[in-house]
């Protein structure tokens, strides 16, 4: 199971760091990906990371705001999200997916509950 939080109201401009912590089972062989939702709108993979953490994929209006990262000590996922913008509001989920492809289409077999990130103007 995948849980996430550390969602929550910020002004544009602000940080937030989102936390996606696995119970169960370990999931330090597996890939990590955090999507995002607005309704009426199709999920959007916004970054991905490696089971090592030595690849990474962001999607490119999050490049050089938003940050993944992993421990596999704490079998924990990061969202760590800067320079935040009010198009930034969104459910955020945290998807785990088995094998190494990081490739865009990839199936994801585990899915956070998600948690809502609403950036004010």
């Known amino acids: 199971q995948l849980q996430a939080s550390g969602g929550g109201l910020v002004q544009a401009g602000g940080s937030l760091r989102l936390s996606c912590a696995a119970s169960g089972r370990t999931f330090s062989n597996y890939v990590m990906a955090w999507f995002r939702q607005v309704p009426g709108k199709e999920r959007e993979r916004v970054a991905a990371i490696s089971w090592s953490g030595s690849s990474t994929f962001y999607t490119d209006s999050v490049k050089g705001r938003f940050t993944i990262s992993r421990d596999n000590t704490k079998n924990t996922v990061y969202l760590q999200m800067n320079s935040l913008k009010p198009e930034d509001t969104a459910v955020y989920y945290c998807?785990?997916?088995?094998?190494?492809?990081?490739?865009?289409?990839?199936?994801?077999?585990?899915w956070g509950q998600g948690t809502q990130v609403t950036v004010s103007s």
């Open positions: 998807a785990a997916g088995g094998g190494a492809t990081m490739t865009p289409r990839r199936p994801y077999e585990y």
